[in-house]
């Protein structure tokens, strides 16, 4: 169990959580579903290479299914995974809509809702990690 690491990616998280919450209080809806993704793909992270089982690659779904492998899963924290893995590229690239940009697609309940999800997944992980040291994940 790598503490140090752990905390690097958790810390990094929180932060990047709090910097959608920011982007949700001045209307843009796109960098905070895109941040609530980042956010959890570092949560995430953090338990694995916390736990010396490092991953690559953004999508939630396969980062999460590394980890119910490891140390179980959670029905609701996998319905998360999936929901904000949707918003990794579509919030950034124009290319992915037929017109206009991605600002222009996303609604202030969605920010909300890809906020509240990440936080679920932080606290999800947050737990996990504290069952891990005690040894009962």
């Known amino acids: 169990m790598d503490e140090d690491e752990f905390g690097r990616w958790i ?26 993704h980042q956010a959890t793909e570092k949560a995430l992270r953090a338990l694995l290479w916390g736990s010396g089982n490092p991953r690559y690659g953004h999508s939630l779904k396969k980062l999460y299914d590394a980890l119910e492998g490891l140390i179980g899963g959670d029905d609701r924290i996998k319905e998360d995974c999936l929901r904000l893995d949707k918003y990794y590229t579509s919030t950034r690239h124009p290319d992915v809509w037929e017109s206009g940009m991605p600002e222009e697609y996303f609604s ?25 040291k005690k040894g009962s994940a």
């Open 11 to 36: 810390t990094s998280a929180q932060a990047t959580l709090n910097s959608a919450v920011k982007d949700l209080r001045g209307g843009e809806y796109n960098w905070a579903c895109f941040k609530s």
């Open 108 to 132: 202030e309940s969605e920010a909300l809702e890809a906020i509240r999800r990440a936080e679920e997944v932080l606290s999800w992980v947050k737990a996990k990690w504290e069952s891990l």
